[in-house]
Nanobody, 126 residues
Framework: QVQLVESGGRLVQAGGSLRLSCAAS????????MGWFRQAPGKERVVVAA????????YYQDSVKGRFTISRDNAKNTVYLQMNSLKPEDTAVYYC???????????????????WGQGTQVTVSS
C-alpha cells in the first residue's frame, strides 16, 4: 500500500520557520516528480512548490519565492518543504503529492499527481 505521510505542521508565530516532511512508503519515489500543495479555509487547493524527478529543477508559487525551499532525499524516500519568514497568509493544510512515473526527468508538474498525503496543518499567528 502506497502512502505519503506529511509531518511538521504546527502553530508558529509570523516570521518563524517550519520544515515539513513527506515520507513515502509502499514504493520508492526516487526519480518521480513531487509537489507540495496547500488549502486555506474556504479556498481551493493550490500548488506551492514542485520538484522534478531529477531534483535539478523546482517551481515556486510567486507568494512563496525566496521564502520556501523544496528538496528531496531519495535515500530516505522523503520530500521536504523548508518554510521561512512565515506569514499569517501561509496558514493552510499542506499536502504532498507524487507522480507514479519515475523518469528522473527535469520536468516538474503543477497538477495531475497520482498519490496524495492526508495533509498537515500549518497555522501562522500574527
Amino acid at each position: 500500500q502506497v502512502q505519503l505521510v506529511e509531518s511538521g505542521g504546527r502553530l508558529v508565530q509570523a516570521g518563524g520557520s517550519l520544515r515539513l516532511s513527506c515520507a513515502a512508503s509502499g514504493r520508492t519515489f526516487s526519480g518521480a516528480a513531487m509537489g507540495w500543495f496547500r488549502q486555506a479555509p474556504g479556498k481551493e487547493r493550490v500548488v506551492v512548490a514542485a520538484i522534478s524527478g531529477s531534483g535539478r529543477r523546482a517551481y515556486y508559487q510567486d507568494s512563496v519565492k525566496g521564502r520556501f525551499t523544496i528538496s528531496r532525499d531519495n535515500a530516505k524516500n522523503t520530500v521536504y518543504l523548508q518554510m521561512n519568514s512565515l506569514k499569517p497568509e501561509d496558514t493552510a493544510v499542506y499536502y504532498c503529492a507524487a507522480k507514479i512515473r519515475r523518469d528522473y526527468s527535469d520536468n516538474y508538474y503543477l497538477d495531475e499527481y497520482d498519490y496524495w498525503g492526508q495533509g498537515t496543518q500549518v497555522t501562522v499567528s500574527s
